[in-house]
């Protein structure tokens, strides 16, 4: 085991992560929605979801435990007994961002980048009639 790891185990960052997760909820008192309701037009401020980032969580980290860039990016394979852990938390993340996009809380559009969901349009002139093909491609893996 190395000597300078913050997290001993994948229970460690797994609990990490969860009060990453009850931290974001905090947050979203931060970030409010003020909408005007009723026939009175009452103000009401509702905190808004904030979404899952790996940024997020490694600032979470960084601030709380220590630096845990090097558990996501095994350089060395240091880290190999984390990388079950590490890939948890990148698909929740990315489940997380695209059903966001997909109910309106957040940006579609950016979500699409984010996750490497890319819509493309394929317009062919046959003379008579142009044919639109629209496809999203495989996105890369590199999460």
Not at 11 to 19: C, T, V, Y
Not at 69 to 83: H, M, P, R
Not at 116 to 124: A, D, Q, S, Y
Request: net charge negative; hydrophobic share 30%.
């Amino acid at each position: 085991m190395h000597p300078t790891r913050i997290f001993k185990s994948e229970s460690e960052m797994q609990k990490a992560w969860d009060n990453f997760k009850l931290n974001l909820k905090e947050q979203s008192k931060e970030w409010l929605k003020v909408q005007y309701v009723g026939k009175e037009g009452e103000r009401v401020a509702d905190g808004q979801k904030v979404p899952m980032t790996l940024e997020g969580f490694k600032r979470y980290c960084r601030e709380n435990h220590g630096e845990v860039e090097q558990y996501f990016s095994n350089k060395d394979n240091i880290y190999t007994d984390f990388v079950g852990i590490c890939s948890h938390i990148r698909g929740e993340i990315r489940e997380n961002q695209i059903i966001g996009g997909l109910l309106g809380f957040y940006n579609p559009s950016i979500t699409q980048r984010l996750n490497g969901l890319v819509e493309k349009t394929n317009n062919e002139n046959t003379g008579e009639t142009t044919i639109t093909v629209v496809y999203a491609e495989k996105p890369n893996d590199n999460t």
